[in-house]
């Protein structure tokens, strides 16, 4: 099994980290706000958790839309340092690609 996951959640975590951002663990039953960096088949799942505090200081904003800031946040950061990440999921988590894709495609 190849530890490119592993390598890549390290480098993206320390990004994350460097970046301002609280991390939480991987552990997805954990229900802890923050952002949430796990390994996956394909490369590295992100997704975020805002806490019930946050929500309340936020009445005219839905959490959709406050996901959709820090998705594009994220997303962005993670671009600018050379990853792949793909479009947000269905329920809103983002996807670090383990490889680039190819460049002439």
Do not use: C, N
């Amino acid at each position: 099994m190849s530890s490119v996951p592993s390598e890549l959640a390290s480098r993206v975590r320390y990004a994350l980290i460097q970046a301002g951002f609280y991390l939480v663990g991987d552990v997805s039953s954990d229900a802890r706000p923050g952002l949430r960096v796990s390994e996956a088949p394909a490369g590295v799942l992100i997704t975020w958790t805002a806490s019930d505090g946050f929500s309340a200081l936020q009445p005219g904003a839905s959490g959709d839309t406050m996901k959709a800031i820090v998705q594009a946040a994220v997303s962005g950061l993670l671009v600018q340092l050379g990853h792949a990440v793909k479009a947000p999921s269905d329920d809103g988590d983002l996807l670090v690609l383990a490889e680039a894709p190819d460049a002439g495609a």
